[in-house]
């Protein structure tokens, strides 16, 4: 059985894989990606460049890709890597405001069990909603991983719309 499956988000209306500048200037969300078949989505926010930006960040169910019907934010668990080889211990959340510098790397872990049934409307997706805190442009991207596969298949379907 795979761990994991990777995604490289589609840089559309949300977040390129890659490092972009600026990447929290008008609001940015990642892209939206299915937990049926699977236990935790791990997103990977980072920026290189940026000393004094900082944004928020929450995980958002829905209940299909195109975000026709969102809830209230679900809690979370994070770590921030600052530094080569130093990571925090896992911190549970429901909303993050992160550290200005540059060099950061946040690591969001999002449980399928955390995922809400609102009458009778599963929410089987979730997403990031990155907003920005203080304007200062930071140069960074957000990675996707799938953890924790329910079924036992070399390579599992896409996860994005």
């Known amino acids: 059985m795979s761990d994991f499956h990777f995604v490289m ?3 559309s209306t949300a977040l390129a894989g890659g490092p972009i500048a600026d990447f929290t200037d008008s609001g940015t969300v990642s892209d939206v990606v299915c937990m049926s078949k699977y236990g935790e989505a791990y997103f990977m926010v980072f920026w290189g460049v940026g000393t004094t930006g900082t944004v928020t960040i929450t995980a958002v169910p829905v209940d299909d890709a195109s ?3 969102a809830t ?3 809690p979370f668990e994070y770590k921030r890597v ?3 080889e130093t990571n925090t211990a896992w911190t549970s959340s429901s909303s993050l405001a992160t550290t200005a ?3 950061q790397a946040y690591i969001i872990k999002v449980k399928a069990e ?3 049934t609102v009458s009778s409307v599963v929410y089987e997706y979730v997403y990031l ?3 920005q805190l203080v304007n200062d442009p930071l140069l960074g991207g957000c990675l996707i991983m799938m953890a924790k596969p329910r079924y036992n298949e070399a390579t599992l379907d896409a996860v994005t719309a």
Do not use: C, V
Request: no cysteine; proline share 10%; hydrophobic share 30%.
């Open 9 to 11: 988000p589609t840089g």
């Open 67 to 69: 975000k026709s019907t």
């Open 72 to 74: 209230t934010a679900i």
């Open 82 to 84: 600052s530094a080569t």
């Open 101 to 103: 510098g540059s060099s």
């Open 114 to 116: 955390n995922l809400p």
């Open 129 to 131: 909603n990155i907003a």
